[in-house]
C-alpha cells in the first residue's frame, strides 16, 4: 500500500522559513508528478507547486519566488521550501503524487496527511 507522509510544519514569523518533506513508501513502481496543496480555513484547496518527473515546475503565482519545490527521485521525496513566509501562507499543507504501483502497476493520485503552517505577523 502507498502512503505520502508529511513533515516539516509548524508556526512561523513573518518573514521566515519552513522547509516540508514528503515521502512516499510502498510498492512504488514509479512517480509521476509531485506538488504541495494547501487548504486555508474557508477556503478551496489550491495548487501551491508541482514538480514533473524530469524536474519541469511550477508554481501558484502568490508563492513565485518565495517558494521552492524539488524532488529526490532516489528517495520518492519531494520538498517544499518556503521564504519570506506571509500570513496569508497559512494553510493546511498537502502532498500529492501521482504513482504507480502494485502488482498491476495502476496509477493513482494519492495524498498525504496534511501538516499546518501558521504564520504570525
Known amino acids: 500500500q502507498v502512503q505520502l507522509v508529511e513533515s516539516g510544519g509548524g508556526l512561523v514569523q513573518t518573514g521566515g522559513s519552513l522547509r516540508l518533506s514528503c515521502a512516499a513508501s510502498?510498492?512504488?513502481?514509479?512517480?509521476?508528478?509531485m506538488g504541495w496543496y494547501r487548504q486555508a480555513p474557508g477556503k478551496q484547496r489550491e495548487l501551491v507547486a508541482v514538480i514533473s518527473a524530469g524536474g519541469s515546475t511550477n508554481y501558484a503565482d502568490s508563492v513565485k519566488g518565495r517558494f521552492t519545490i524539488s524532488r529526490d527521485n532516489a528517495k520518492n521525496t519531494v520538498y517544499l521550501q518556503m521564504n519570506s513566509l506571509k500570513p496569508e501562507d497559512t494553510a493546511v499543507y498537502y502532498c500529492?503524487?501521482?504513482?504507480?504501483?502494485?502488482?498491476?502497476?495502476?496509477?493513482?493520485?494519492?495524498w498525504g496527511q496534511g501538516t499546518q503552517i501558521t504564520v504570525s505577523s
Open positions: 510502498g510498492k512504488i513502481f514509479s512517480i509521476n508528478a
Open positions: 500529492n503524487a501521482e504513482i504507480r504501483s502494485g502488482e498491476y502497476l495502476l496509477l493513482f493520485n494519492y
